[in-house]
């Protein structure tokens, strides 16, 4: 069983900057892949980034069309926390930001672990 709880999410000016964090609970978290999800209102949930479980050491990543260049995902294994850097922020990326975990690296929401989502906000 992993519980995840996001955090770091708020209202900011379009082109600024937040850092959301994923803390997880469990002895076995690098081996997880874990990924960012977001749902606007009215919207399906969707793919944002991901990070997969630890390789022979080499972490992949996969990222949406609409992020790359301006979001970076990383993750603190000795921590056992995933971060989501997000820069150059647009009105379009308001939505509640959901981590997750899984035992492989995909952009489909079907992890087995969900955190609660945290709010992010984006004014024009």
């Known amino acids: 069983q992993v519980q995840l709880v996001e955090s770091g999410g708020g209202l900011v000016q379009a082109g600024g900057s937040l850092r959301l964090s994923c803390a997880a609970s469990?002895?076995?978290?690098?081996?997880?892949?874990m990924g960012w999800f977001r749902q606007a209102p009215g919207k399906e949930r969707e793919f944002v980034a991901a990070i997969s479980g630890s390789v022979r050491n080499t972490y992949y990543a996969e990222y949406a069309d609409s992020v790359k260049g301006r979001f970076s995902i990383s993750r603190d294994n000795a921590k056992n926390t995933m971060y989501l850097q997000m820069n150059s922020l647009k009105p379009d990326d308001t939505a509640v930001y959901y981590c997750?975990?899984?035992?492989?690296?995909?952009?489909?929401?079907?992890?087995?672990?969900w955190g609660q989502g945290t709010q992010v906000t984006v004014s024009s």
């Open positions: 469990g002895r076995t978290f690098s081996s997880y892949a």
């Open positions: 997750a975990a899984g035992l492989r690296i995909r952009t489909a929401p079907d992890y087995d672990y």
